[in-house]
């Protein structure tokens, strides 16, 4: 079956412009998690979505990130007025329940993103 | 601050031998535990879990061990071959969170 997927696989944009990354998880699951890795970094957690919970957007950076999730499917991580330092590979993972059930994710190939 | 640490950015180990990766962590509620490995360009895959009321779990080639006095975990391959050449992420969660916590990685080379 397919995976998790992500568009675009790279994005180049100009410091100040807004950018939008998708992230299509597998069916049926209802946990979607977003992540960062910044060069040399580990991966850092962002936003959490787990049905029709309010999400935990305890890891975003700041109020420059927003996520959402329709109809309990596809996300779109947003970030507006990017900034140098946003470059990253932004990751998105599903699974099949929340992490209280000890699932696993699967992740994403990501969307490199390159601020200039 | 960084709950859970990968101190060996790297490691080089020859085809056949034994691959040992580190992993410390800090939070004392981390009740679970997982180990992903990443090609480049690819986004990471799940490789084995373990649980607290476990020390050890083995599947294949593969055995993870938890220390939880030490705070303290170790991914084993045994033999390495070189198709196991990738970056290695350990990761924690509490059950109390929604997040994992990830180390920065050990590149892993198996030398032919």
């Known amino acids: 079956g397919a995976g998790v997927s992500q568009s675009p696989s790279n994005k180049v944009t100009e410091k100040g412009k807004d950018v939008e990354l998708r992230c299509d998880p597998i069916?049926?699951?209802?946990?979607l998690y977003w992540y960062r890795q910044s060069l040399g970094q580990g991966l850092e957690f962002l936003i959490y979505?787990?049905?029709?919970?309010?999400?935990?957007k305890s890891g975003l950076p700041s109020d420059r990130f927003s996520a959402e999730r329709t109809g309990g499917s596809v996300s779109t991580l947003t970030i507006q007025r990017t900034q140098q330092e946003d470059s990253a590979v932004y990751l998105c993972?599903?699974?099949?329940?929340?992490?209280?059930?000890?699932?696993?994710?699967?992740f994403g190939p990501g969307t490199r993103l390159l601020v200039l | 601050d960084q709950q859970v640490k990968q101190n060996s950015p790297s490691l080089s180990v020859q085809e056949g031998r034994i691959s040992i990766l580190n992993c410390d962590y800090t939070n004392s509620m981390f009740d679970y535990f997982l180990w992903y490995k990443k090609y480049p360009a690819e986004g990471p895959t799940f490789l084995i879990s373990?649980?607290?009321?476990?020390d050890k779990n083995e599947d294949g080639r593969f055995t993870v061990f938890l220390n939880k006095s030490a705070k303290h975990l170790s991914l084993h391959i045994v033999p390495s071959q070189p198709g196991d050449s990738a970056v290695y992420f350990c990761?924690?969660?509490?059950?109390?969170?929604?997040?994992?916590?990830f180390g920065t990685g050990t590149s892993l080379t198996v030398i032919p």
């Open positions: 373990i649980s607290s009321i476990k």
């Open positions: 990761a924690a969660s509490a059950n109390t969170g929604n997040q994992f916590y």
């Open positions: 993972a599903s699974s099949l329940g929340g992490l209280a059930g000890g699932e696993t994710q699967y």
């Open positions: 979505f787990q049905g029709n919970s309010a999400p935990d």
């Open positions: 069916s049926g699951h209802t946990a």
